[in-house]
C-alpha cells in the first residue's frame, strides 16, 4: 500500500474517520521519539574492536571517518563545525571551547550523562601520523600518565588533580586520518570503566565523528580550522543562496551562515561557551 492512502478506493478513503489532531500529534511524537531512539542506539552501538594496542579498519569498517572515505556515513544532518561534523544522539550537551580574545573556536566538549567527551581536530603530516609521536611527547612530559590498550588503540591514562585535592583520572584517546588526527579527552565514568553504557555511547560517538581537513596548509599540530555551529537546515538554505535558488521568507539572516577561517588556530586563552541547540533532532539539553 502507497503512503498517504494512494491506491485506495474512493468510498472507502471517504468512510475512515477523521483522527482528532491531538491523536494526530501524540502519534507523530511517538514516532519522532522511535527514530531519535534508533539513531541514538546505531550511533551508540558503533562496532568497535575489543581493546588492543592498535585501531584497525579506520575509513572502511569504522570511523572517525574522512569526508573522502568511500563508505563515509551520510552526515547532511550533523552539525558542522569546520573541522568536523557532529553526529546526532540524545540527551547530550555541547560547549564550545573558544580563544578568549579573539573568539576563534578551538574544540568542543560533549557531556553524556555523568562522563564528557573534549573533541580536538590537528593537522597531521601526509605520509606518517601523528597521534604516536604526540602520545610519546606527551608521556615523556607527565610522568603520572600511563599509555594502556583501548578500543582505539594505546591511549593514555591520566590523573588529574581538581580543586579541593581530589584526583581523578581522564582517558585521551587519539586517531590518525588523512593528513589529520582526532584527539578526545574521555573524564568521568566514560574515562575509568569500559562497559558503563555512557563510556560505549560516547566511544560510538566519537567514532560517528566526519573530519574534514581542508586544503589549508598547515603545518603539523596545528589545530584544523573551525566555525561556529551550523545546523542542517542553515547549511542547506546557505548552499541554496550560493547556487542562486529562491529562499523561503524568514529566512534572510542565513545568508550569514559564517564559514571557515583560513591558516592555523592559537591555542592561547582558552574559554568555554555554552552553547544549547534546540532546532531540530541534533542536540537535546541535559536537564
Known amino acids: 500500500m502507497g503512503l498517504f492512502g494512494f491506491g485506495r478506493k474512493k468510498d472507502q478513503a471517504d468512510a475512515k474517520p477523521v483522527e482528532d489532531e491531538d491523536v494526530k500529534a501524540a502519534k507523530a511524537a511517538n514516532a519522532a521519539a522511535k527514530a531519535d ?10 562496532a568497535l574492536p575489543e581493546a588492543s594496542d592498535a585501531y584497525e579498519g579506520r575509513g572502511e569498517e569504522r570511523g572517525p ?5 568511500e563508505d563515509v556515513p551520510d552526515y547532511d544532518d550533523y552539525l558542522d563545525l569546520g573541522a568536523y561534523y557532529l553526529p546526532f544522539m540524545q540527551h547530550i550537551e555541547l560547549r564550545i571551547k573558544a580563544n578568549r580574545a579573539t573568539r576563534a573556536i578551538l574544540g568542543s566538549t560533549i557531556t553524556y550523562k555523568n562522563s564528557s567527551l573534549e573533541i580536538e581536530a590537528y593537522a597531521a603530516p601526509k605520509t606518517l601520523g601523528l597521534w604516536e609521536d604526540w602520545r610519546e611527547d ?82 603539523p599540530r596545528d589545530l584544523i580550522p573551525m566555525h561556529p ?32 577561517p583560513e591558516g592555523p588556530l592559537s591555542q592561547d586563552q582558552q574559554t568555554e561557551v555554552k552553547t544549547t541547540l534546540s532546532r531540530g533532532p541534533m542536540f537535546s539539553e541535559v536537564r
Do not use: C, Y
Not at 531512539?37 to 558503533?46: D, I, M, N
Open 229 to 260: 555551529p551550523v545546523g542542517p537546515a542553515e547549511r542547506k538554505a546557505a548552499k541554496a543562496a550560493a547556487e542562486g535558488e529562491e529562499q523561503p521568507e524568514g529566512k534572510e539572516h542565513l545568508k550569514d551562515v559564517p564559514t571557515r
Open 138 to 219: 606527551f608521556l615523556a612530559a607527565n610522568k603520572k600518565a600511563t599509555a594502556v590498550d583501548g578500543v582505539f588503540g594505546t591511549e593514555i591514562k591520566l590523573p588529574v588533580e581538581i580543586k579541593g585535592g581530589k584526583t581523578v583520572t581522564t582517558r585521551i584517546i587519539g586517531v590518525d586520518g588523512p593528513r589529520w588526527m582526532l584527539r578526545g579527552i574521555f573524564s568521568g565514568v566514560a574515562a575509568v570503566d569500559p562497559d558503563a553504557e555512557e563510556t560505549k555511547a560516547l566511544n560510538g560517538f566519537f567514532a560517528g565523528i566526519v573530519v574534514e581537513r581542508g586544503d589549508e596548509p598547515l603545518a
Open 37 to 46: 531512539s534508533e539513531s541514538a542506539e546505531k550511533t551508540a552501538a558503533a
Open 65 to 69: 571517518w574522512d569526508v573522502n572515505d
